[in-house]
């Protein structure tokens, strides 16, 4: 079984973290999710470009929404590894860069998301705590990390491994 990374997971749910206001969104921004190329749920935002760097301050990933709506992810070199398409059912089906279907990301009627891997079955469910950080568990409900509302992400010791910015 594939085990998704938190880096990735974090992708997923961070991108609107980082937003600006006090609940993790501006208001323009949206509270749809979304997954990144390493597995991670990341959050349609506002913003059309949006970089995420590691505890270092290394680029890891770039996510970028296209004109149709999409969210192209790409990786420090600018190659594409993934792409997020909403369907019609609300649902973000994740696709690699050959086009084929590597997770999907349904809204959890507790108002959280779970991620599925192409198989069906749950990898990954996120959750919003009362302070507003986005908090990664496995599919055995154990924490894997979490995105503070200032686009910090934190592994499950509590520890920053890395960081979510609004790009371009």
Do not use: C, W
Not at 59 to 86: A, F, M, T
Not at 141 to 153: A, C, K, S, W
């Amino acid at each position: 079984m594939k085990t998704i990374s938190l880096f990735a997971i974090i992708l997923l749910v961070a991108v609107p973290v980082y937003s600006g206001s006090k609940n993790g969104m501006s208001s323009k921004g949206s509270s749809g999710m979304t997954p990144s190329p390493h597995g991670k749920v990341v959050p349609y935002s506002s913003y059309k470009t949006q970089n995420v760097y590691d505890q270092y301050g290394q680029l890891k990933e770039v996510i970028r929404k296209n004109p149709s709506g999409n969210l192209n992810l790409y990786n420090q070199y600018g190659q594409l590894q993934q792409v997020i398409r909403k369907d019609s059912s609300g649902s973000q089906n994740v696709y690699n860069q050959k086009g084929q279907l590597q997770e999907v990301v349904k809204k959890d009627p507790s108002g959280g998301e779970k991620i599925y891997n192409q198989y069906g079955q749950l990898q990954n469910v996120i959750r919003k705590d009362t302070s507003g950080n986005l908090k990664i568990y496995d599919q055995r409900g154990q924490l894997q990390g979490y995105i503070r509302n200032d686009g910090t992400i934190m592994n499950q010791y509590g520890q920053s491994v890395g960081r979510i910015k609004p790009g371009n």
